[in-house]
């Protein structure tokens, strides 16, 4: 079962695991950020923080809309529709986990640094460059939202 925002306003949500269709699906991108996409967001991190997560994409709940959630250093990063404008030569190599695959981790090689675009939650456009831990999160949330889990690539 696919569901919209509205459906998912309460603090913990529930992540959907490997097999579940939705995780094969590509997100459509967010058309309006108002307060029940905010109370979703609020949810979407309760959510990675009580699973002890690093980042969270929105299809791993069941809602097919471009929007993750970064842990950066301490900061919580709510990226709505995240485009990977540019990728570093330099790549390397890291074993990864995610949510959807418990107890799985596999090597994944990835960009070191990334430029990313995206919206925040008052609608306000972003372009930064990430590096390291945070790159690579990103870059495994942005793969959820267009349908790729770790375990395919």
Do not use: W
């Amino acid at each position: 079962m696919i569901y919209t925002i509205l459906d998912m306003v309460s603090d913990m949500l529930t992540i959907r695991t490997l097999g579940d269709k939705v995780l094969t699906q590509k997100a459509k991108r967010v058309a309006n950020i108002d307060d029940t996409l905010r109370t979703f967001c609020a949810s979407m991190v309760d959510t990675m923080l009580q699973s002890e997560g690093i980042g969270l994409a929105a299809n791993q709940v069941g809602v097919l809309k471009r929007i993750i959630i970064v842990s950066d250093e301490g900061n919580i990063l709510k990226m709505i529709n995240p485009e990977i404008v540019e990728f570093s030569e330099n790549k390397c190599m890291m074993e990864e986990g995610c949510l959807s695959i418990p107890e799985t981790y596999l090597p994944i090689h990835r960009a070191e640094t990334i430029k990313v675009k995206y919206r925040d939650l008052k609608g306000k456009p972003h372009f930064e460059t990430y590096s390291g831990l945070t790159a690579r999160i990103i870059q495994h949330e942005i793969d959820h939202l267009d349908g790729i889990t770790m375990d395919t690539l």
